[in-house]
């Protein structure tokens, strides 16, 4: 779990036990505020909170009970927002909210916002003010996200505000780079150009952390990491088409919302269930193939029972048997209902998919691959996609999503043929926006004859016969991780910035004493001397893309990719969602 250990580590090493007492505990508060909050509460634990003498954890946007006898500790992103809500909590001299405050930015401070604090009273409370860089979201093990809002500025660098945009992202994959003691080379997708602007900036931002820390980056493998910069343009059709792996599925048809589970466990008796990699069974099952989740799952709770010498009434177990054996053994309440809650998801998510899911499933592949699954090359989409359009059944975003992988197969379609296909699939005008609105992404979508030359990657072969025909695509990140690995990525398409290696020992900026020199923790950097590939992807990465880094990372053990993109993770819905708001 390398990127949620290290930043829980950071969290508590270099902000919690930071100016803490040594001889005598100091009880204080831990102030967040609606981005730093993410990072906590994925990175750490209550528990680990209060042993470390935090009594309750609060939220700088609301109002908060003053305790005027306590120090807090803020962890806050260096905003006007943030840092107005931390003047105010000391504006009363005689009245603060606590007795003093450790201030701890996300990133770096602006000069501006530094010199109003410095003129405020909350500079007589302040005990420390200390940057930790840490300024992005660990999802998963192996994935992160910015939690930025979805920006139409990306694809517009000449649009008003691009800079402060890029500037923004590029401060935080720097933090996420300095993080893992990273200090990789950048390429970037060269058709879109603020992917080059942005991949400067971090040049610029990496250099200035690597003169901070000149051990960044050291070590024959960390010498090979690469840090890819990608816009969401180069592969519309992975966030697009229905998934049968587990997690991908079940968020895409099933009503998760901050990855909190929702079922009916018995009669009247409704469940909550976070999906993350505190639950073991889930982070085995989550990138497995829906036909195999059920059958495993059954197979591991046989095995548990075994193991518990737990008798079960029949030899299939079913979600009922499992209500009634929680129910009789409450010593094994905790386990048993993990099984429960997958056997659930897993029977939620074949209810949907045998509703029309697997018809669509064919007609979304074909599209994609070009090919059926006898690898014959399908001469006529249009006879596939109409019945689709015209099923009352099928729902709008669905049609949507059948009509762009149409368009992406075509590279392109004539106005005449775009109004036609709207019309037979009955979609409203106002949601059309999510298909022309494609365009903003680099992607053709009418064509008057004259279509723009798009380079297409030449892909892997990877379709054998155990290959399930309704999971034929591989996402396209896959192929450009490992042909970066194995050299074989396309240069002109894919340029690195510069050789910024050579000689980057040798100049070295003088450090900041703004805020007292602060070093980090060498070996809290989780810095394992392996190759890195760390992928960010503009517009948000998709459940199967993150899926991909995995699988990389499993088939070369000396090598670790990263991925994450600026948005919340994408399911297909709120892909949508996101282009039908560019340019709004």
């Known amino acids: 779990m390398v990127l949620k250990t290290v930043v829980g580590n950071r969290i508590l090493n270099d902000v919690i036990r930071h100016n803490q007492n ?4 100091d009880w204080r508060v831990l102030v967040v505020d609606k981005l730093s909050i993410k990072m906590v509460s994925a990175c750490t634990k209550m528990h680990q909170l209060s042993a470390e003498g935090i009594t309750i954890v609060e939220t700088l946007e609301k109002t908060r009970e003053p305790m005027p006898t306590m120090e807090a500790i803020y962890l806050i992103t260096p905003t006007e927002e943030s840092v107005t809500a931390l003047i105010n909590d000391f504006k009363s001299p005689t009245r603060p909210l606590y007795k003093g405050a450790h201030v701890y930015f996300t990133e770096a401070i602006p000069e501006s916002l530094f010199k109003t604090i410095s003129k405020s009273e909350v500079a007589k409370k302040t005990r420390s003010l200390v940057e930790v860089n840490i300024s992005f979201t660990p999802y998963e093990s192996q994935v992160f996200t910015l939690d930025s809002s979805p920006s139409s500025m990306f694809y517009s660098p000449q649009s008003p505000g691009s800079s402060s945009y890029l500037e923004k992202v590029a401060e935080q994959i720097a933090t996420l780079c300095s993080t893992l003691g990273e200090f990789p080379s950048i ?4 058709e879109c150009e603020a992917n080059r602007q942005l991949a400067q900036i971090l040049q610029d931002r990496l250099s200035a952390y ?9 070590g024959s493998e960390k010498a090979k990491s690469q840090l890819i910069i990608l816009d969401r343009g180069f ?32 009669q009247g008796v409704t469940k909550e269930v976070i999906l993350d990699e505190n639950d073991d069974i889930w982070e085995e099952l989550r990138h497995q193939h829906i036909a195999e989740v059920s059958k495993n799952v059954t197979t591991k709770l046989k095995k548990f029972n075994s193991d518990k010498r737990i008798q079960s009434s029949s030899d299939k177990s ?13 010593q094994h309440q905790a386990e048993l209902a993990k099984f429960s809650t997958h056997l659930h998801m897993a029977e939620e998510c074949m209810k949907n998919y045998q509703g029309y899911i697997d018809k669509l499933c064919k007609v979304e592949q074909d599209l994609a691959m070009g090919t059926d699954a006898d690898r014959e090359k399908i001469k006529d989409q249009m006879r596939n996609i109409v019945p689709v359009l015209l099923d ?6 669905d049609k949507i999503r059948i009509i762009l992988l149409y368009i992406q197969s075509k590279n392109g379609i004539s106005e005449e043929n775009l109004t036609k296909l709207v019309q037979h699939a009955q979609i409203p005008q106002e949601k059309t926006l999510a298909i022309r609105n494609m365009a903003n992404l680099g992607v053709n979508v009418v064509v008057d004859g004259t279509r723009g030359r798009t380079w297409s990657m030449r892909r892997r072969e990877r379709v054998t016969e155990h290959t399930y025909q309704m999971s034929r695509w591989t996402p396209q990140v896959k192929d450009i991780i490992e042909d970066a690995i194995e050299g074989k990525l396309d240069n002109n398409q894919f340029p690195f910035l510069s050789d910024q290696r050579q000689g980057s020992n040798k100049t070295q900026a003088p450090a900041s004493n703004r805020y007292g020199r602060w070093h980090k ?7 394992r001397n392996i190759g890195r590939v760390i992928v960010f992807i503009a517009g ?24 994450g993109g600026d948005t919340q993770m994408l399911t297909p819905e709120r892909f949508l969602e996101n282009v039908h708001q560019l340019g709004a």
Request: net charge negative.
């Open 22 to 25: 040594t001889e005598k505990m």
């Open 318 to 330: 079913s979600i009922r048997d499992l209500s009634q054996m929680i129910k009789k053994m409450p």
């Open 235 to 266: 592969d519309i059709t992975s966030p697009l088409l229905h998934e049968l792996t587990f997690q991908a599925m079940a968020f895409d048809l099933l009503d998760i919302k901050n990855d909190v589970y929702k079922y009916e466990a018995s």
């Open 540 to 563: 948000g990465c998709s459940f199967s893309e993150a899926r991909a880094a995995y699988e990389v990372t499993k088939e070369r053990t000396a090598w670790e990719v990263i991925i």
């Open 521 to 527: 923790d060498k070996a809290e950097q989780g810095s």
């Open 392 to 397: 009352q059944n099928v729902t709008i975003n």
């Open 210 to 218: 690597k003169a901070e820390e000149p051990s960044m980056g050291d």
């Open 187 to 190: 390429r970037f997708r060269a």
